[in-house]
């Protein structure tokens, strides 16, 4: 990769304010107070675009250039100040992004030409919508967007892309002329403006059927004798993480796959952000057998259902600890969002609703360009008619 620091005019013009781009391969070479100023400064800020959480994937030999994720992280200074940045990644590869594109490298491939190294601006192994360009202002997030490209057209890159990235961004990727792709998640939204008093009353909004069928699910967890402890922050005691680790990589072995994320990762997240992890522990004759860890943003009451695993097979115990539990915890907590993870249409009936979220693509090569276009436009529809689809079984009454 070419990656010289670049000084240039951002008008062109002598005497135009001056700027300065860098591509970094560590993400502890960016300065972490001003990042997270940037993050922060965003309507759509989450935790996983905090400095901590996306060095510590590096750190841990999660994301590095041996599991297929090479950092270059894309900086732009002015007046030695970060006024934009964004975690960017040489891919050789398109495992852990949820937003697929293996037909697209399929095609490159079968005429001869190279899809890898792509250019990927994304929060590894993390599909949750939010600020991928990080940006002072509009002005800063375009200039961002453009250095992207360029790198991508510098070094011979097939394409670049953005994954989940919120309306700021997307706007701005737009206006850049890049290709917009959309896919559906399932999200659960507290009552406003008065917030359901407990999970009882939550419940009491759905429609029949699902209620009833979610005080079933309940009841034969209940019925298995199975119990939940739940610790929060530093509640979490490194034999909870070692636990949860434990049924973290059973879920990938049942699987036949690999684990995205290393045992050190969680104790870099235990260690710089406690705060920011809620751990769900199901016993059953005092017995650990199963965990759910979801992550939370205190400041702006949202919560992300990001790992299961159990060593024990319990009837319904998933959704339990999964949904419902977090759900409730939510509830009693006065939090606004839960966020459940990319795709499963299953969720819909335990009361989160499909929300559509976007990713933007750029292809070096005009020809396979404009062929993604036309399937982009194709695929837009079905998603429309998908989303239509899906409004019509809203699983809650409707309003009187």
């Known amino acids: 990769m070419k990656r010289t620091r670049e000084t240039k005019a951002i008008d062109g013009n002598a005497g135009s304010e001056a700027w300065t781009v860098e591509v970094r391969e560590d993400p502890a070479r960016v300065d972490a107070a001003q990042w997270d100023a940037l993050a922060e400064n965003s309507a759509s800020a989450t935790p996983f675009m905090r400095h901590a959480y996306l060095a510590a994937l590096h750190e841990s030999a999660s994301a590095v250039p041996a599991t297929g994720w090479s950092p270059q992280f894309l900086t732009i200074e002015r007046s030695g100040r970060l006024v934009a940045a964004c975690p960017l990644y040489l891919k050789s590869h398109s495992y852990g992004e949820y937003v697929f594109d293996w037909a697209w490298a399929d095609a490159y491939e079968r005429n001869g030409l190279r899809y890898y190294p792509k250019l990927l601006a994304a929060v590894p192994f993390t599909p949750v919508p939010g600020a991928r360009l990080l940006a002072a202002d509009g002005r800063a997030r375009g200039i961002l967007l453009r250095a992207m490209r360029q790198l991508a057209e510098q070094n011979d890159l097939s394409s670049a892309h953005v994954l989940f990235l919120d309306d700021d961004d997307r706007a701005t990727a737009e206006s850049a002329g890049w290709m917009l792709r959309s896919t559906v998640q399932f999200h659960w939204t507290n009552r406003a403006p008065q917030p359901y008093a407990d999970f009882a009353e939550f419940l009491a909004t759905l429609q029949r059927d699902k209620r009833k069928k979610i005080q079933q699910e309940r009841r034969y967890v209940r019925e298995a004798g199975v119990e939940f402890q739940v610790r929060l922050g530093t509640q979490i005691a490194p034999a909870d993480w070692d636990f949860f680790y434990r049924c973290y990589t059973a ?13 050190n990762f969680f104790e870099r997240m235990a260690r710089s952000m406690p705060e920011h992890w809620l751990l769900f522990t199901a016993r059953r004759a005092g017995v ?12 702006r009451g949202h919560a ?6 159990a060593l024990e097979a319990v009837n319904c115990l998933h959704f339990e600890a999964c949904y419902y539990q977090p759900l409730a915890w939510c ?19 335990r009361g989160l609703l499909p929300v559509r979220t976007y990713s933007a693509h750029w292809l070096g090569d005009a020809r396979f360009a404009d062929a993604v276009q036309h399937f982009l436009e194709r695929e837009g529809a079905g998603v429309e008619s998908y989303v239509s689809e899906l409004d019509e079984r809203n699983p809650f009454k409707p309003a009187p």
């Open 331 to 349: 509830i009693e907590h006065g939090y606004a969002r839960f966020e459940g993870g990319a795709q499963g249409e299953h969720k819909m009936a």
């Open 251 to 263: 879920t990938y072995r049942a699987h036949r796959s690999t684990p995205y994320l290393t045992r």
């Open 288 to 299: 650990a057998i199963a965990t759910s860890l979801i992550a939370l943003d205190p400041r």
């Open 304 to 309: 992300y259902g990001r790992y299961w695993g």
